[in-house]
């Protein structure tokens, strides 16, 4: 795709395009493709969410054996009982965040937010399999306010993933 600064609405799609993929059962991760996606975007560009969530999966790994993540799970889980998933989501993932700067002062803030991001939403479809709904929407929702405009001016999803591996 030419163009660098891609819409929101457009990265939007990407987005939650990507989240079904990566919070996918994981009987399904195996035998997905990307063509029985319905997919509604530009036809032009090399965008497969399929290949962008098993990217966000690998750099997200490192983060699995964080004990925050336990915590910040189970505000999460009182968060879901009030119906606010979307801001104990958020507050989580910037929990993780602050935690792991300092060990990672040279990547990008935004990709300290997607890896932890998808960390803890990879955490919580393991953990509590019946927040998996919200999850997939709050990190749908996290993802596009956060880092939505860097995502469109690195050109897209499939962009990031070939940063992230730099």
Known sequence: MARVDLDVKYIKWQT?????????????????EFSSLEHDGPSDDQFDPVLVADKLRTIADAMTEDPRLQVVLKELKQAAAQEVVDQAFSKGVETLCQAHASKGAEVAPEMQLIKASVAFGLYVKKSAPELKA?????LTNFLTR??????????????VQDASSK
């Open 146 to 159: 956060r880092v939505g405009s860097w995502v469109a001016q690195q050109g897209g999803w499939d962009k």
């Open 16 to 32: 939650s395009l990507v989240i079904k993929c990566l919070l996918d059962d994981d009987d399904k991760v195996g035998s997905r």
């Open 134 to 138: 919200q999850v997939q929407s709050a």
